[in-house]
């Protein structure tokens, strides 16, 4: 199985922390399934090292290097079909990350590993 994973699931993912369900965890581990990060969630996460609120201990390139290499995850290229998904979006969601993660989901029709249930009233299959 194919999954994208929003922002929240890479970084909890990566740092092993138990914010992350043990259902998610046991998806993203599997080794038969491909497993996805949006570069949405590089600015993501960027802005919020800028503003203290996520801390690192190491590099920013050096974290998401290790991160996605390291657990062998594919970065989705951002596509204009993506933007183009995202264009005609409804507003429930307002978080624009969120929204790009949201729209490449639609348009690759795969399902994203999320906490976040603003994410249900989308065509978005969301695993926790």
């Known amino acids: 199985m194919k999954l994208l994973l929003d922002t929240h699931s890479f970084l909890w993912f990566v740092t092993n922390d138990p914010l992350l369900s043990s259902r ?26 800028s503003i203290g609120k996520y801390p690192m ?12 290499e390291g657990n062998e995850f594919g970065v989705l290229p951002i596509e204009i079909r993506h933007a183009a998904t995202l264009a005609s979006l409804p507003m429930h969601h307002k978080d624009p990350f ?21 994410f249900d009233p989308y065509s978005v299959s969301r695993l926790w």
């Open 98 to 118: 969120d929204r790009i993660i949201i729209s490449q989901a639609i348009a690759e029709q795969l399902p994203v590993i999320s906490a976040d249930s603003a």
């Open 57 to 68: 201990t190491v590099p920013f390139e050096k974290f998401f290097s290790e991160g996605l």
């Open 24 to 49: 998610a965890r046991t998806l993203i581990s599997d080794p038969e399934n491909d497993v996805f990060v949006s570069p949405a969630s590089y600015p993501e996460i960027a802005i919020k090292v």
